[in-house]
């Protein structure tokens, strides 16, 4: 068993399977239990379609600290909402280790909560401030209920959440899933694992990304002293992209284990390594710019003219409306990188897992085709709208 967990730590997960196929038939001839076998088997599986999935981001910084001061290490900026845990939050003790996100607005919050009808385990809820008063907290549907979840986290669109569960679709421990709320009825799509290397066969607790400063956060143990984490900055992408023939599979193993975080590094992209770096930086010394500042975007009028930010409009109209195609583009790129990551699982999935997962992509596909209607239809009112001012 010590070379199949070297293995696993290893991300050599063929070798692992080879070793677990060896051994299972060996119980199963002797007639001996094979769950744990069986349970080791998955991992090795989910660790192998995983692997070549893994995602190309850039991470430019990491700090180890104890597990209890992980969230002051995240300099999420206010415009974002915040991180809290719930013993600072509601003013009492807790051994759980709950943790809560609060909205920018200051009215909602989405907390890890006891859930006594399923164990005591931690489960997700969302509470609402009504007048000065919180709401009761009302368990969120459509995530595992069956598993432990924790470590909340939801983007400035509303709708993806991001959070840590642990369960049979862990690679180990606590791993990072995002889903996306399905409807007005406060509903989320099934999850999915997030994959290599925002996870890892150790545990991982909490992806944060702050939209406005362009810098995204999560806090894992692995290689870390007991009570110890390390917590990892790295520069979100508006859309999901994997590592191609441009890398080895030895590099790949290390990449996606985060031997060294210099390694995730473009030779194309130090420039923007280094303005990232100057952010985060900005951040901890409490000099983020702030949401007005990150309103820019790139966008077409004519042949002449592209506008970069609100300023650059002269039509009132116009530039209502292109708040309103930030947030809807914002909606659609979110969408697509849900999608991309459905489409993947489906790839690799059971015949049962399969007919889970159809219903969420086709839902996802059909508000992707009438979201992209509506935002070339505001494009084209945007443009007619500030051409027409002389």
Known sequence: MEQVRQALHDYDFDRADNLLTKELAALKKKKQATAEIESLLHTAWQGRSKLHATERIAVIDSIVCDKEAALQAIKLSRDNGRVDSYASTYHTA??????????????????????????????????DKIGEQWSEPKMLSGLNDDV????????????????????????GGYDIFV????????????????????NSTANDYLLVI?????????????????????VYTFIPKPTREVYGDDVTEDELRAIARLDDFKSTWAADDQENILAA??????????????????????FVIDDKRTYIKLD??????????????????KNVQTDATMLERLRDSFADASQAQRQQLRPA???????????????HQLAKEIRNSEISQK
Do not use: H
């Open 179 to 198: 889903s996306r709320a399905d409807g007005e009825d406060g509903s989320f799509l099934a999850p999915e694992n997030v994959g290599f290397p925002f």
């Open 277 to 298: 770096q100057q952010r985060l930086a900005d951040l901890r010394s409490g000099k983020g710019p702030s949401k007005v500042a990150q309103t820019d975007f790139s």
């Open 210 to 230: 702050d939209e406005f400063n362009q810098l995204g956060w999560f806090v894992t143990d692995r290689r870390q002293a007991e009570g110890k984490v390390c």
């Open 312 to 329: 650059d409009f002269r039509s009132t109209e116009a530039r209502k409306k292109m708040l309103q195609w930030v947030e809807l583009n």
């Open 94 to 127: 807790d051994t759980l280790g709950a943790t809560i996100y609060e909205n920018e607005l200051a009215n909602k919050r989405y907390l890890a909560v006891t859930d006594k009808e399923n164990g005591g385990r931690l489960m997700l809820a969302v509470s």
């Open 148 to 171: 432990c979840q924790n470590y909340p986290f939801l983007m400035s669109d509303g709708l993806t959440l991001y959070y840590a569960a642990q369960g049979p679709e862990s690679l």
């Open 361 to 375: 992509i086709l839902k996802l596909e059909n508000n992707q085709e009438s979201m992209s209607r509506k935002l």
